[in-house]
């Protein structure tokens, strides 16, 4: 319950943030939201000496359309993203699934930066990254780059983030008229990270499957694309057979950890369930 001493810092520009950064080097930690590191310092798991909040830097804040992209600040809250009308009329997907993520006091507090850069694969966020294709700015003492989430999670609470980087938005292509989405999140109660989870997103030409990517939560190190179940349904119809091949498909790639919400068994049986469940809510979305 008591977190150990530390030096606080209140940046207003992430030029500010970076030179903090690179002057107080790995003694210092940015504070988001702070619902990951304030309950980690709280338990002594983190000890950083210096905090420096980002919650004063407007520049990180924001919901905006440019071109065929949404461009997400990296400060913005689950409640923002849920109440978004940009975000419910170009990707549903982002508006809806924060609903699941822990709860309402925690999403005014909560930022899909913090979500994504914290790297804990019980995080809903990365796995949803992934099924968007998302890309993320991230800002240094040399500026600017741009990885995408396909290259950024490298393991369990390990990221692409150098230790002098600032997350400063997500960018997500703007989803194609028709086409389907879902999140399917397994939990023991609401506000619980998931036992299991899947994001899909999906379209139909013709009746045959024309685009789908799909990405597990809680079921690997980190948040993974899974490919093979990708390329079970691409080009096919959906059927019951090709929906059971993609299940099978994510059950092969997920490499569970055991804990309280479950055996490896488990968790590797509910991956088949989630994308089983997402394929066909999203399949139902199609148009
Ligand atoms: C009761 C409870 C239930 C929860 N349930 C869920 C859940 O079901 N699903 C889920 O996904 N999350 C859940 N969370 C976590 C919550 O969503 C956190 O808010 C999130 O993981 C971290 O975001 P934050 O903004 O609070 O970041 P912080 O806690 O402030 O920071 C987390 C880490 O990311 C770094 N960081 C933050 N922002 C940036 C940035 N812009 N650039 C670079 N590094 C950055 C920080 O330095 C720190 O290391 C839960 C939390 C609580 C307390």
Redesign the pocket.
């Known amino acids: 319950m008591i977190p150990p001493a530390f030096d606080y810092h209140a940046p207003r520009t992430v030029d500010e943030a970076i030179a903090l950064l690179g002057s107080l080097g790995s003694d210092a930690?940015?504070?988001?939201?702070?619902?990951?590191?304030?309950?980690m310092m709280k338990l002594r798991f983190a000890q950083p000496a210096h905090l420096i909040d980002?919650n004063r830097i407007p520049e990180?804040r924001g919901i905006r359309e440019e071109g065929n992209e949404v461009v997400i600040g990296?400060?913005t809250v689950?409640n923002e993203l849920i109440a978004s009308p940009l975000l419910q009329a170009k990707v549903p997907l982002l508006a809806d699934a924060p609903k699941?993520?822990?709860?309402p006091q925690?999403r005014n507090?909560?930022?899909i930066?913090?979500?994504i850069?914290?790297g804990?694969p019980?995080?809903?966020?990365p796995a949803i990254s992934l099924a968007l294709d998302a890309t993320f700015d991230l800002q240094g003492p040399q500026g600017k780059r741009s990885v995408k989430a396909a290259d950024f999670f490298l393991g369990t609470y390990t990221t692409a983030?150098a230790e002098d980087?600032?997350?400063?938005a997500i960018r997500v292509p703007a989803f194609a008229p028709g086409t389907g989405w879902a999140y399917e999140k397994l939990?023991r109660k609401t506000?619980?990270?998931?036992t299991a989870g899947a994001a899909v997103v999906l379209r139909l030409s013709g009746g045959s499957v024309s685009h789908v990517r799909i990405a597990l939560t809680n079921l690997a190190p980190m948040a993974i694309r899974v490919p093979a179940a990708e390329a079970a349904l691409l080009g096919q119809p959906l059927s019951a057979a090709s929906i059971a091949a993609a299940a099978q498909a994510a059950q092969t790639a997920a490499d569970p950890a055991e804990d309280l919400r479950g055996d490896i068994a488990y968790k590797t049986a509910m991956a088949g369930q989630m994308v089983k469940r997402a394929i066909q809510a999203a399949a139902a979305r199609c148009s």
């Not at 930690?29 to 309950?39: D, V």
């Not at 019980?122 to 966020?125: A, E, L, Q, T, Y």
């Open positions: 930690k940015l504070l988001a939201g702070g619902h990951s590191l304030l309950p980002i990180l990296a400060m689950e699941q993520i822990a709860d925690v507090r909560g930022t930066g913090g979500d850069a914290h804990d019980g995080n809903d966020h983030l980087e600032i997350m400063v939990k506000g619980d990270w998931a």
